[in-house]
């Protein structure tokens, strides 16, 4: 699966959008490499990091969606 993430850096709060995540640990068909903001993120990864209960991530999610 798929996710367009949208949230913020702890460090500077600037803020990112449509940033894509996989659960994959390769690139998904019809992307590239550099196309992926991160590998492995599975959608129970990006409900801890939106509920702030990961806190050693470098930022925090405020919403998301399959693509």
Do not use: L, Q
């Amino acid at each position: 699966m798929e996710f367009s993430i949208n949230g913020y850096w702890k460090g500077d709060n600037s803020e990112f959008e449509d940033y894509i995540v996989t659960d994959w640990d390769c690139t998904p068909e019809g992307y590239d490499d550099d196309d992926i903001f991160m590998f492995g993120m599975k959608e129970r990864d990006i409900k801890a990091i939106m509920d702030s209960s990961d806190k050693n991530s470098e930022f925090v999610v405020t919403s998301y969606h399959e693509i």
